[in-house]
């Protein structure tokens, strides 16, 4: 019923940038919170920075400074601004949503996740 659609991965050398991008469509009625995860080889998903529908943000301690979440609630879609990249940086990104579906029933919450898009950061 809900889709999330990453782009903007790629390969950059360390000390450049990348501005990911995450849409939602299908049955919304709302988003809630919106977020961005990331997982490196052979390491656990971590939380980067979440979103709320008011505008509110949180950083992971690692990306603090460097890296900037922002969302279009009119497009349904969530931004990650990724400045000073490092090799650390490194991993598969995925966008995470916190959905309210349209029913005719009581409201109907689903937590969405995307596919992933691969971030490379060169030495």
């Known amino acids: 019923q809900v889709q999330l659609v990453e782009s903007g991965g790629g390969l950059v050398q360390a000390g450049g940038s990348l501005r990911l991008s995450c849409a939602a469509s299908?049955?919304?009625?709302?988003?809630?919170?919106m977020a961005w995860y990331r997982q490196a080889p052979g390491k656990q998903r971590e939380l980067v920075a979440t979103?709320?529908?008011?505008?509110?943000?949180n950083y992971a301690d690692s990306v603090q400074g460097r890296f900037t979440i922002s969302r279009d609630n009119a497009k349904n879609t969530v931004y990650l601004q990724m400045n000073s990249l490092k090799p650390e940086d490194t991993a598969d990104y995925y966008c995470?949503?916190?959905?309210?579906?349209?029913?005719?029933?009581?409201?109907?919450?689903?937590?969405?996740w995307g596919q992933g898009t691969l971030v490379t950061v060169s030495p």
């Open positions: 299908g049955s919304i009625f709302r988003i809630n919170t």
């Open positions: 979103i709320t529908s008011g505008g509110s943000t």
């Open positions: 995470n949503a916190a959905v309210v579906v349209i029913t005719t029933g009581p409201n109907r919450y689903l937590e969405v």
